[in-house]
């Protein structure tokens, strides 16, 4: 398995392309990867045995954290153009082509969809700061017009998904999902509330910019953002990691935490995952309800759209973070 290596003095990012070019190491000089990364050995994955006879199962059976790209679906598998669109979209487990653009700083790589969509992605290191830039395509590769749903999907784990990390987000509605319920989902579901305070299942407040004790599953939409960034940080530990795009491509997060929550596979109790997910649309309904409804992004015949998103580490303090500039400045507040 051939892995892409991006690295300078203050940051390493590693990717694999063979697996739906998945970041699976952001690290800053310390050596500590802020992606989720368990070292589980279970559960079986499909692509190593059989189906577990369930399109979400499979996808979830070779999850092991990371960041994926979501296109062009993202949510529950369905049927658009005639083609049958995989759970969080056949790209995030294709095998994608690359090439070195600069060795070592600078790659490109790229897949096709099942819909006659292209999307192309261009992954740079700043030269001496820990910042990642991403550049990203999507081509129409057909004379009719095509709708899709565009996300990234990165988990972040411990020591950033330690209870009390906190995380600043420009929000102002949240709304829970309502199809998300258990013993350990601590939201009420469909509740809506302003940030950071989410409606409880006993009515009363939690606080969503605290990162929570286990056992907690939480998945929830920042629907009106009014900035397109995050940051997440663990002041204790003086680390923190945060985002930047384009909110005309992403308007909306999607905010899901399984720490400790499920017992179901393919957590089994173990997960510590925090993760915040810029999106196209929500909720998590799949590209053919998202089309009907009006919120998919369509493009046009041979036309291209396209969006930067920046990663970024930074030195955490108790200070809150008030802003991240697509440059990979983190303003504190």
């Known amino acids: 398995m051939a892995m892409i290596e991006l690295k300078n003095a203050a940051m390493q990012v590693v990717v694999d392309p063979d697996h739906g070019a998945e970041v699976v190491r952001v690290a800053g000089a310390d050596g500590i990867n802020v992606l989720s990364a ?7 994955p499909a692509s190593a045995s059989r189906s577990y006879g369930n399109e979400i199962l499979d996808w979830l059976s070779e999850y092991r954290g990371g960041w994926q790209e979501l296109f062009p679906n993202a949510g529950p598998p369905c049927e658009v153009m005639g083609a049958p669109l995989a759970f969080h979209g056949e790209v995030s487990r294709a095998r994608w082509a690359w090439e ?5 700083t600078f790659a490109r790589m790229r897949t096709p969809a099942r819909l006659p969509l292209v999307l192309e992605r261009d992954m740079r290191i700043d030269p001496d700061r820990p910042v990642l830039y991403l550049e990203e395509r999507v081509f129409n590769d057909c004379p009719f017009e095509v709708p899709y749903l565009w996300g990234h999907h990165p988990a972040f784990g411990p020591p950033l998904a330690e209870a009390g990390a906190r995380i600043d987000l420009p929000a102002r509605r949240i709304v829970a ?6 013993p350990s989902v601590d939201v009420r579901p469909g509740s809506e509330s302003a940030w950071p305070f989410a409606v409880g299942r006993d009515g009363g407040s939690i606080d969503l910019s605290v990162v929570p004790a286990p056992p ?7 629907a009106d953002l009014e900035g397109g960034w995050f940051a997440l940080r663990n002041s204790a530990r003086g680390l923190g ?4 795009w384009d909110l005309a491509v992403f308007p909306h997060l999607w905010f899901w935490q399984e720490i400790g929550g499920s017992s179901g596979m393919p957590w089994y109790g173990r997960a510590a995952i925090a ?8 909720p998590s309904q799949g590209l053919a309800a998202a089309h009907r409804a009006g919120v998919a992004h369509v493009l046009e015949p041979r036309q291209t759209a396209s969006t930067k998103l920046t990663c970024v580490l930074f030195a955490a303090t108790d200070a809150p973070v008030a802003g991240v500039t697509t440059n990979g400045e983190v303003v504190l507040g």
Request: glycine share 8%; proline share 11%; charged share 15%.
């Open 216 to 222: 907690v599953q939480r998945l929830v939409y920042a």
């Open 177 to 182: 999902d309502a199809g998300l319920d258990g």
């Open 275 to 282: 993760a915040l997910e810029p999106a196209s649309a929500w």
């Open 38 to 44: 368990p070292d589980w050995q279970s559960p079986l």
């Open 100 to 104: 070195w653009i600069e060795p070592g």
């Open 241 to 244: 990691v945060a985002m930047a």
